[in-house]
């Protein structure tokens, strides 16, 4: 029973192109959240939605956009991929917005743009 | 704004022996501090955290860390490691903010030799 889940768990695809990354959390938490990690293992959060509304949107290209369809998912589209977009995506999730709240991530995704 | 360094990018220790990962953070604000670890090809799973109650915090895995206001330090530490505890460990700080946002160290690689 995984508690974070997220699909694929590699992407290739070419500079220029449009990807979308899933996660699907089945924990019943209200909070999920988009992080990136590059090459030399620095991990930023990128977006943090509570019940479906955006609550953190760092400085992130406006080529990334998260959508949350329910309150279990929260997808990350990224437009005109570009080779700086390499990085492992993982998506966390937590009970609630507050720092008392533990954040679970999910096993990540290796995006590679070639 | 929150910050945290984590000193040592590479720790190598051999099996049975103290394992010490060091923290330092930087807050204007009470901090929170949080201890991750992500196992290779994994996410990130919660150590221990700070926030506020005992300085002496105890985790998961027999580790622990201590939170020094005077030093500004959250250390990691374990009196015997073994060679699951090979992993990268990361520090992390909240504003303890409603957003949960955490500001990630730049993570240390943890080896044990046998």
């Known amino acids: 029973d995984t508690a974070v889940s997220q699909t694929p768990k590699y992407l290739v695809t070419q500079m220029g192109n449009d990807k979308s990354i899933k996660c699907e959390q089945n924990?019943?938490?209200?909070?999920m959240y988009w992080y990136k990690q590059d090459s030399k293992k620095f991990l930023k959060i990128m977006f943090s939605y509570n019940n479906k509304e955006l609550i953190i949107n760092e400085t992130v290209p406006n080529r990334f956009s998260p959508k949350s369809p329910d309150k279990a998912h929260l997808n990350l589209h990224i437009n005109s991929l570009e080779l700086g977009d390499s990085a492992v995506y993982f998506c966390a999730s937590s009970q609630g917005e507050g720092y008392n709240y533990e954040q679970y991530f999910g096993p990540g995704t290796r995006l590679t743009v070639t | 704004a929150q910050s945290v360094t984590q000193l040592g990018s590479h720790v190598s220790v051999s099996e049975g022996a103290l394992v010490l990962l060091r923290c330092n953070y930087s807050?204007?604000?009470?901090?929170?501090l949080f201890w991750y670890v992500q196992y290779p090809n994994q996410g990130l799973q919660l150590l221990l955290k700070y926030t506020s109650a005992a300085t002496l915090v105890k985790g998961i895995n027999g580790f622990e860390a201590e939170f020094k206001k005077s030093e500004t330090s959250f250390h990691l530490t374990k009196p015997s490691a073994h060679m699951s505890d090979a992993a990268e460990y990361f520090c992390?700080?909240?504003?303890?903010?409603?957003?949960?946002?955490?500001?990630f160290g730049t993570g240390t690689l943890l080896a044990v030799q046998p």
């Open positions: 924990l019943g938490h209200d909070t």
């Open positions: 992390a700080v909240s504003d303890g903010g409603a957003t949960n946002k955490l500001i």
């Open positions: 807050s204007s604000v009470p901090p929170y």
